[in-house]
């Protein structure tokens, strides 16, 4: 069954355009589905029914996993199994009638528009400090995934336009405009910090942003470098890639931006996702109106 998981984790990647995170989720999941029935029935993943299905989420529950974790788990099975069902390796997908459960909607981080700011005037001028507010300023901008800031290429912004070519979880590409401020601060990491921080100067790299060995900056350094500013901004408790995509979307809402741009702004495939940013607007709304008005 290795060479059939194999080629379920190829078809994500070269049909779906799925991150490589996303796809070591998805083999991670399909793999552990398979250790329990394997330990528990002796059956093999083709073998496998509704109700090995069913024994499984039971075991998530009883784990004390979240429903969003439950939700991903049940999302790999049906999509390895939809593939399962496609390539006729088995003759009944046993994910059918499954039910993801309901996940409660928790509050939306998000920073104001003055933490922002104080975020954005931090970095210096030195290498480091180009780059890096130019990565804060392109994350604010455009309100991209910090796995899609990473995979950027140098190709795939174009200053004189101003904007950036970003294809997301889903492989379907997007054009997403750049304010003035954050193509300034590209530009000048673009023309005086990246070509040192390239070292050599023949090395054909292609990734936008680089860390010091000259090679591509990982999720892993890009969340150091939040961390690194969370705290010289104060804001420690409150600052991760999604606040600032958080922020993106709920400050491009509160100044009129229409639902459906958004959606195609930020990538979303289902316009219920972008939809969540709404009641942001209608609290602080809310908010002003029982603040302000006379009789409220």
């Known amino acids: 069954m290795d060479s059939v998981l194999n080629g379920f984790i190829n078809y994500l990647a070269s049909e779906k355009k799925m991150a490589q995170n996303s796809l070591e989720a998805y ?15 002796n059956l093999s993943l083709s073998e496998a029914s509704n109700t090995e299905i ?4 039971l ?3 009883n784990d004390g996993k979240s429903a969003a974790t439950v939700n991903r788990k049940i999302a790999s099975l049906r999509a390895f199994y939809n593939y399962l069902t496609a390539q006729k390796l088995v003759s009944a997908n046993p994910t059918v009638n499954i039910k993801s459960p309901k996940i409660e909607r928790k509050s939306i981080e ?7 700011e104080t975020l954005l005037n931090l970095p210096d ?20 995934r910090v796995s899609e800031i990473v995979e950027m290429d140098l190709e795939d912004v174009n200053l004189r336009m101003g904007f950036v070519t970003c294809t997301g979880e889903h492989g379907k590409a997007r054009i997403i405009p750049m304010g003035r401020p954050s193509r300034v601060a590209v530009e000048e990491y673009i023309y005086e910090a990246r070509p ?38 104060g804001l420690e408790h409150k600052l991760t890639p999604q606040t600032l995509r958080n922020s993106f979307a709920v400050h491009m809402i509160q100044n009129g931006a229409d639902l459906k741009s958004l959606q195609e702004l930020l990538g979303h495939e289902d316009i219920s996702a972008t939809q969540i940013y709404l009641t942001v607007s209608k609290n602080r709304i809310k908010e002003v109106y029982d603040k302000s008005h006379p009789r409220a």
């Open 110 to 116: 998000y920073l104001t528009i003055e933490e922002v």
């Open 196 to 233: 040192k921080f390239l070292r050599d100067a023949d090395k054909a790299e292609k990734a936008l942003f680089l860390n010091y060995s000259g090679s591509r900056l990982t999720r892993q350094g890009l969340w150091k470098l939040l961390k690194e500013y969370a705290k010289l901004a």
């Open 27 to 41: 083999k991670r999941d399909v793999l552990e589905f398979s250790e329990m029935i394997r330990e528990k029935k």
């Open 125 to 144: 001028r030195s290498l480091k400090g180009l780059r890096d507010r130019a990565i804060l300023e392109l994350l604010y901008a455009t309100g991209i």
């Open 59 to 61: 075991k998530l529950k």
């Open 54 to 57: 069913v024994a499984y989420l």
